[in-house]
């Protein structure tokens, strides 16, 4: 079965800092990968996935992730973080079970704070 | 409108009462979806929907009932409730069934069991 792995309950960051947080995957395939952000009372908002090809993927808000196979990671990176970015973010793994539809798993999320 | 629209927002039921949330999608989707968000655990999905069948049911008991009468919309049915049971519920949709699926989220139904 698969799983999604977020090792950082919480992260606090300085405002105009760099960001990473950090996400591990466990899947028998290739793994589609998601990262979503959750701000307070408000649903799951996309911030980018990886489907396959270049393992650098850009994402809105000014967010990239890398797909590293080796380290079954998928880290969410932004250079310069601003205070609306402080939110729970969730990494989450496409599964599939060759039925119908399937969900995401996803991990437990992480907690963002950001420092003035 | 939004993509994925969630009713109510918030509810707060008796363990005796029977309620229903509802989820519509504007996107011309064909997938639907109802997860869980508890405090502390990961996103539970409960529920999914392709072309109106249900594909999945994550061992969900039997006080919550799904339905699905046509691609845009999606219910679920809430009867005889327990404490735990109060959490987040999340409707999502998508395009495309199966792994590669990107989900879109509502705002959720914040219920109360007391």
């Known amino acids: 079965a698969q799983s999604v792995t977020q090792p950082d309950i919480h992260i606090t960051v300085s405002e105009g800092a760099s960001l990473e947080l950090r996400c591990n995957y466990s899947?028998?395939?290739?793994?589609?990968l998601f990262w979503y952000v959750q701000s307070p009372g408000q649903g799951l908002q996309l911030l980018l996935k990886?489907?396959?090809?270049?393992?650098l993927v850009q994402g809105i808000k000014g967010f990239e992730a890398e797909f590293k196979r080796s380290q079954s990671s998928f880290n969410l990176r932004k250079p310069s973080v601003h205070w609306s970015d402080a939110a729970e973010y969730f990494c989450?793994?496409?599964?599939?079970?060759?039925?119908?539809?399937?969900?995401?798993?996803f991990g437990k999320g992480t907690h963002l704070i950001i420092q003035p | 409108e939004t993509g994925v629209t969630q009713t109510p927002r918030h509810l707060v039921m008796g363990m005796t009462n029977k309620k229903s949330l509802k989820c519509e999608q504007h996107?011309?989707?064909?997938?639907m979806y109802w997860y869980k968000q508890s405090a502390k655990k990961p996103l539970e999905l409960m529920f999914v929907y392709n072309f109106k069948e249900q594909t999945e049911n994550n061992s969900v008991p039997s006080r919550f009932s799904p339905e699905c009468p046509n691609s845009s919309h999606l219910f679920l049915h809430l009867h005889t409730l327990q404490p735990e049971d109060s959490a987040l519920y999340l409707c999502a949709s998508s395009q495309l069934a199966g792994h590669m699926a990107e989900a879109f989220f509502g705002q959720g139904t914040r219920l109360t069991v007391v």
């Open positions: 899947y028998g395939a290739t793994p589609y």
């Open positions: 990886y489907f396959s090809g270049d393992t």
């Open positions: 996107l011309g989707h064909n997938a």
């Open positions: 989450a793994v496409g599964s599939y079970s060759g039925g119908g539809a399937d969900g995401l798993t």
